[in-house]
């Protein structure tokens, strides 16, 4: 028995882009041989430069990409060993996208509902008021009946969060949640993460939201070229990271936001 | 046998009926045929290519020919079920359609995109339940116009069927203009009842698109 709810160990990925012409292409290596264990209650927060492949650790820990080499593991089960059912896998970890991907032909509260109807199989009832349930909790009641076109960005965001919550996953892992955002709408969608963080739900978060990270993370994770350069507390990142990569960015981000 | 005008005319309104219910069953092969085509392509590359070899010989060969093959030549052989014209026009159109439509609604799988499929993969939904519960219900949308246009044009491929005897409306048109020598009113009347056919149908089903976009933010 682990003690983790999530485990990454010695991840890579690599995968191809395509250029201008058909013999460019560029082998980018995303992940490079990354390790790291997520417990109960966890909030984890991973910050870098962009293009950095921060979000594809991200997809390979939900095994929405799949890792070329390593393993992912949630709870004791290995999820890179093959035959494993992936969607029931999935099913217990929720996502939320940077650029949201609410399902456009139905309602928040048919986005919310779909996953407790067709993936946990409960009754009407049952999934209705859970749905409804989620949707209270990210505050966005007033949204039950609209489809997504008809929502602001950060209530759009809200529901996401409320489809990735509603069937009580193990963990939650978030990517960039507030950067497609408006900056008037970002602080809504950070209240709803700080609500979530105080009842204990555990977290990986792909953010810069600095005073967030400061406020809620447990430990924040610096990365950059597929690599996790530095682990630590918040104070460390504030005060003195111990490389110059983490040094410097935090300088340049920190610059940015008080400017 | 020669009618009055009035009689004429209702004899080949008569054959309205079966060149509807001939071109909405093609038309329902053609989506049980097209859809699965569709999403073969998409989401199969492996067996991708049964789909291409489909489309090439179902879009490439006359209509005209795979009737009389079917009827005749398989006929021939099957009496039961080919030696029926109704049955082997909705075949043969839905056959053709499903080519037609399996190329409709890739270009939709394609306009929905696949970041729908992935939200639907993190929630743990399967890729054929994916496919179900949050392709299908987008891709009609995005199909229109492309489903009027197809449907449309099935009312009109329907007057090949004349060729196996069916009595639709170009048959009947036909036998009028044998029977009366009157070379020109027929086909005209025909031509008429052909334009009332498929311009309401592809008129709706648009608006119809139109509105459900308007409604999932397209």
């Keep these: ?259 | 046998m020669v009618l009055a005008v009035e009689q004429q005319l209702i004899f080949i309104l008569e054959g309205v009926p079966y060149t509807l219910s001939i071109s909405l069953i093609s038309f329902l092969v053609g989506i049980v045929i097209g859809l699965p085509l569709a999403f073969i392509r998409s989401y199969e590359k492996d067996i991708s290519f049964v789909v291409d070899w489909y489309e090439k010989i179902f879009r490439g060969v006359p209509e005209i020919v795979l009737l009389l093959l079917f009827f005749f030549g398989l006929g021939a052989f099957f009496p039961f079920p080919f030696y029926n014209a109704f049955f082997v026009s909705c075949l043969v159109l839905g056959l053709r359609s499903g080519a037609n439509q399996s190329q409709i609604f890739r270009g939709a799988i394609h306009g929905v995109g696949d970041e729908q499929m992935i939200a639907g993969q993190s929630i743990g939904l399967s890729k054929w339940r994916g496919v179900w519960h949050i392709m299908i219900p987008q891709v009609f949308t995005f199909s229109t116009p492309g489903l009027g246009s197809e449907y449309a044009l099935l009312i009109k491929d329907s007057a090949y069927v004349y060729v196996i005897g069916l009595l639709e409306i170009m048959t009947r048109a036909n036998q009028v203009r044998i029977n009366t020598t009157d070379m020109v009113a027929p086909f005209i009347f025909a031509a008429i009842v052909y334009i009332i056919l498929t311009f309401p149908i592809a008129f709706w089903l648009d608006r119809w698109g139109n509105r459900r976009k308007k409604k999932i933010g397209l």
């Design chain 1, 1 to 259: 028995m682990t003690n983790y709810v999530m485990e990454a160990k010695n991840v890579y990925k690599t995968y191809c882009v395509k250029g201008e012409e058909k013999q460019d292409i560029k082998i980018v290596e995303a992940v490079k041989d990354v390790s790291l264990q997520i417990r109960k209650g966890d909030i984890k927060l991973i910050f870098g430069p962009s293009g950095s492949g921060k979000s594809t650790f991200l997809r390979c820990m939900a095994m929405l990409d799949i890792p070329d080499k390593g393993e992912i593991y949630l709870g004791d089960q290995c999820l890179t060993k093959p035959g494993v059912d992936l969607n029931k896998a999935r099913a217990r970890i929720g996502f939320v996208f940077q650029h949201i991907y609410l399902f456009r032909h139905l309602t928040a509260l048919g986005n919310v509902e779909l996953a407790l109807r067709q993936v946990l199989r409960l009754p009407k009832e049952e999934a209705r008021r859970r749905a409804l349930d989620a949707l209270a909790e990210v505050k966005v009641t007033e949204c039950v009946s609209k489809y997504p076109s008809q929502m602001s960005g950060g209530q759009a965001q809200r529901v996401g969060i409320a489809r990735a919550l509603a069937r009580n996953p193990d963990i939650i892992l978030l990517d960039e949640p507030t950067s497609a955002l408006d900056p008037e709408l970002t602080g809504e969608v950070i209240d709803t993460l700080r609500d979530l963080a105080k009842e204990g739900t555990t977290m990986l978060i792909v953010s810069h939201e600095m005073p967030f990270a400061k406020e809620v993370a447990e430990e924040m994770i610096f990365y950059d070229e597929g690599r996790i350069i530095e682990i630590g507390p918040p104070s460390l990142f504030f005060n003195a990271p111990n490389t110059d990569r983490a040094k410097q960015f935090m300088t340049r981000i920190i610059n940015k936001t008080t400017r």
